[in-house]
């Protein structure tokens, strides 16, 4: 079977290069034919990777052992929807499921732009291709997913515990859909440089590209945080971790894009920007995936070591070279066409102020999150950074951020006088301080929350005036005609929402570890906590401890919370699985932190979290902005 696999995505390589050679022959011999015969391969590679995929698909759900990769992340009494999701478990597979993802995507663009001129239909399907190709070369020759044992094992090793979460089914394939939806429009940004286009009609054209790829980039980055707050037992959902800031860096220099295209298509401006973006966003996408798998960073979501990262590091460094080849051809055309002024009582101004702030908060996170790497060449001792390095450097950049994200809605393209800046915003002003001032009324007094919470809710407010101006001036139906505005204030909002959770359950949490004798209650945060005795319960492939623990408030019972200790079998470490009752107020979190039978104790480590649920909330309506604001507009064509 191994054999079968390995064959159809050697076949989906070879393909792959010989649609990428194709398509660059075709643009310079202008030959329609060749063009089509690149297709065609593109499409072939596009169909051996899905069956290379199947067979490895196969092989994990049926536990053909003897293949290596599906040996290492399943056994016979993993569930059958874990053993699927084998598929992205490991380094292996990842890598053919992200190729995978390339060519489908790569062939859905096949067919949309098949109308296209043929030189910059060209560049973007070349651009898939070589993607596509690299991927694919690492699962042939690097780590190879259909390498087959000398042995047939009676099982395998069986998947790690922290991976049997429903997380494992959604977080990597939205994670990775938030990755490779770049690729698409990078490639529209290259063939506009290689056919010299200065106008906007790329970045129109890939917008739904860009917000699409965009939400499930989003979806992914909080899926993975959601996952680690259920999963990990320690109450937090964000610990500054490298692979999860590695996912961050492409999501901030994407907004900028999509933020910096929006002047490019509305006002000319800020085309040089959007093209070294794009680029950026494409690039961090790799990055992200190099610090995953290459070892080079400790991570408790990271892969081992491995040669992967030179490969990683010369396909980075070769597309970085040729994108800003043809960029730097057209920097002097691009620049003498949309001018160098900036109004910054514009929103376009703002916007660029917006650019460079994204731009240094990804470049303080890449720093602190590359030190080891770079302290390692040059000291004895690798120099790591923790929290608290990055919670100082990155408050500013999300302070003034938030700040511009309810200060460019007061403004108008062009030039905004001051007097009405001044009428606009006294509103907002006043919201905020009068936050602040409420905080501190009720002694929730730490001065950088108190200012986060003032300048959020100072973008809240702006929001709403402005959605309630414009709905004044043109009625309900502006709320259908113009999708994109409004589109883009619920994502905002989406925005606030987050920031509120993230504000509230960062500086206001509470905490508490218990010890004590089954029967026995103890007081947390006005409730009263009464822990039970502990059980034990059989399941397919582990067995759970325990501890039923009634939740009481003002005598009255709300509710029993069950957190557990899993014995996974071939695994001898216990697993916590948190219990967590969640409200719009906050989440009463509980983890069985220790028990023992024989001296009759248990140990409960008791967190409240206020606001958190508003972080999942936050996202949804980023989500559900990004899908109206691109919903029931009409094709561009380019």
Request: proline share 3%.
């Amino acid at each position: 079977m191994g054999q079968i696999g390995n064959l159809f995505q050697l076949l989906a390589l070879f393909a792959g290069l010989a649609a990428f050679g194709l398509y660059i022959y075709s643009m310079q011999a202008k030959s329609k034919s060749y063009n089509k015969m690149a297709d065609w391969f593109l499409i072939a590679q596009a169909v051996g990777i899905s069956l290379a995929s199947v067979v490895l698909i196969y092989a994990l759900a049926t536990g053909y052992y003897k293949m290596e990769y599906v040996a290492q992340y399943t056994d016979r009494a993993l569930p059958m929807i874990y053993k699927i999701s084998g598929w992205w478990a490991g380094q292996a597979g990842s890598l053919l499921f992200w190729g995978w993802l390339v060519a489908v995507l790569a062939l859905i663009e096949l067919f949309r732009i098949k109308n296209y001129e043929l030189k910059h239909r060209s560049v973007v399907l070349a651009v898939s291709a070589l993607t596509a190709t690299f991927f694919l070369v690492l699962t042939v020759f690097v780590t190879n997913p259909f390498s087959e044992l000398d042995f047939f094992p009676q099982d395998g090793m069986g998947m790690n515990p922290l991976l049997q979460n429903p997380g494992m089914l959604y977080h990597p394939p939205t994670l990775f859909l938030g990755y490779v939806g770049f690729t698409i429009v990078v490639g529209h940004s290259l063939g506009a440089l290689i056919c010299r286009e200065i106008s906007s009609s790329w970045a129109v054209d890939t917008r739904k590209w860009t917000i699409i790829t965009w939400i499930f980039l989003t979806i992914g980055i909080v899926l993975g945080g959601e996952w680690a707050y259920v999963e990990l037992g320690w109450g937090g959902y964000w610990a500054w971790d490298p692979v999860e800031n590695a996912s961050l860096l492409p999501w901030l220099v994407s907004t900028a894009f999509f933020h910096s295209i929006i002047i490019y298509e509305r006002k000319e401006k800020l085309k040089i920007w959007s093209h070294a973006l794009i680029l950026l966003t494409f690039e961090m996408t790799l990055l992200a995936t190099f610090i995953t798998r290459s070892g080079v960073l400790d991570s408790v979501h990271s892969f081992g070591k491995s040669s992967l990262g030179y490969f990683f590091i010369v396909f980075m460094v070769s597309t970085t070279a040729i994108f800003l080849f043809y960029l730097f051809k057209m920097l002097k055309p691009l620049s003498q066409s949309e001018g160098t002024e900036f109004n910054f009582t514009s929103r376009e101004g703002i916007f660029f102020v917006g650019n460079w702030l994204f731009v240094g908060l990804t470049l303080v996170i890449l720093i602190g999150t590359m030190m080891p790497v770079f302290s390692g060449i040059f000291l004895a001792d690798k120099i790591t950074v923790g929290i608290p390095y990055y919670n100082k450097v990155t408050a500013p950049f999300f302070l003034m951020v938030l700040f511009a994200s309810g200060f460019a809605p007061l403004l108008n393209y062009g030039n905004t006088e001051s007097s009405v800046i001044i009428k606009k915003v006294l509103p907002s002003l006043a919201a905020g301080v009068a936050v602040m001032t409420g905080m501190f009324v009720y002694g929730l007094t730490n001065p950088l929350a108190m200012v986060l919470a003032g300048v959020t809710t100072f973008s809240m407010v702006t929001i709403i005036i402005q959605a309630a101006s414009t709905i004044k001036r043109g009625g309900t139906k502006v709320l259908v005609t113009n999708r994109r505005f409004y589109g883009g204030l619920i994502v905002h909002i989406g925005v606030v929402l987050m920031a509120y959770g993230i504000i509230a359950s960062s500086f206001y949490n509470d905490q508490a570890d218990k010890v004590v004798a089954p029967g026995e209650s103890f007081s947390f945060h006005g409730y009263t906590l009464q822990v039970g005795d502990i059980g034990f319960v059989k399941r397919e492939n582990y067995t759970s401890a325990y501890a039923p623990v009634g939740v009481y408030k003002d005598g009255k019972k709300l509710f029993t919370l069950g957190p557990e200790r899993r014995f996974y079998e071939k695994n001898e470490e216990a697993f916590a699985e948190v219990a967590i009752s969640s409200s719009l107020k906050g989440d009463l979190y509980l983890i069985l932190s220790s028990y023992s039978k024989n001296e009759n104790y248990v140990g409960i480590q008791a967190v409240y979290q206020p606001l958190i649920s508003w972080i999942w909330i936050g996202c949804v309506l980023m989500c559900v902005g990004g899908l109206y604001g691109i919903s029931g507009r009409k094709k561009q064509n380019v």
